[in-house]
């Protein structure tokens, strides 16, 4: 059984990769940052192991890695947003520290494993705001932005050793990050509007991709960004 480790899979859109993956077969690990993240989703009793993991933390993400003796895919889902906070300077900090750095660190801690293995797969969450610029979110469209370059540099690196690396784009997905927007009409119905599916997307659309990707039916995908996101890039 293949084995899968998705940084972040707690909750929203890692949830739902974690939910598809389980469902398709593998063996999945998910990590949250709090004892309170991992509790709520233990009770779910979805099978997945749960660790706690702090991705800015250097010491945790080597313990983490070093502990496992097997892996076959990585997926990087964790990752912040301050809205309307981004332009001081700390605040700033903290979100590339997680959304950027934070995934080329469990990356290059997950990199040996994925080598030994003869063929591992990342996918890392990149963004709509990948593409476009959010005003209100500088550091988190900066983070993502990152993140798309990022996949395509390891791509590059890697498929020596038999690693691909790739990345999602979700647009506006249903997820506790995005409640407050879905709740509020005034800002709902611009984006319902704006998307031609004309509807919020689910976390387990997300997790399909996701499979497909870490799958041996896109043997020769690697270095690629994809939205989804129901159209709403392509207005």
């Not at 993140?147 to 395509?152: G, I, P, R």
């Not at 319902?192 to 995908?221: C, N, Y």
């Amino acid at each position: 059984m293949k084995k899968a480790l998705i940084v972040g899979g707690t909750s929203g859109i890692g949830a739902g990769v974690a939910d598809v993956l389980l469902r398709k077969g593998w063996a999945v690990t998910v990590t949250g940052v709090t004892p309170t993240e991992i509790d709520a989703y233990a009770a779910r009793g979805t099978g997945a192991e749960t660790c706690l993991l702090d991705v800015t933390d250097q010491v945790q993400v080597d313990s983490l890695f070093a502990s496992m003796d097997e892996l076959h895919a990585l997926v990087n889902c964790a990752g912040i947003l301050a809205r309307g906070q981004e332009y001081a300077i700390e605040v700033f900090e903290k979100v590339i520290a997680i959304n950027l750095t934070g995934t080329m660190r469990t990356c290059l801690a997950a990199h040996p494993l994925l080598a030994r293995a003869g063929g591992g797969a990342i996918v890392n969450t990149a963004s709509m705001l990948s593409y476009f610029g959010g005003p209100l979110v500088p550091a988190y469209s900066a983070s993502k932005g990152g993140v798309m370059q990022l996949t395509k540099a390891l791509a590059g690196r890697w498929a020596d050793d038999g690693i691909r690396v790739n990345a999602v784009a979700p647009g506006w997905i249903d997820t506790p990050l995005t409640e407050a927007l879905q709740a509020d009409p005034a800002r709902n119905a611009p984006i319902v509007s704006r998307t031609p599916m004309r509807r919020w997307g689910q976390p387990q659309e997300i997790g399909e991709l996701v499979a497909w990707l870490l799958s041996d039916e896109a043997s020769f995908v690697t270095g690629a960004t994809y939205p989804v996101d129901g159209g709403y890039s392509a207005m």
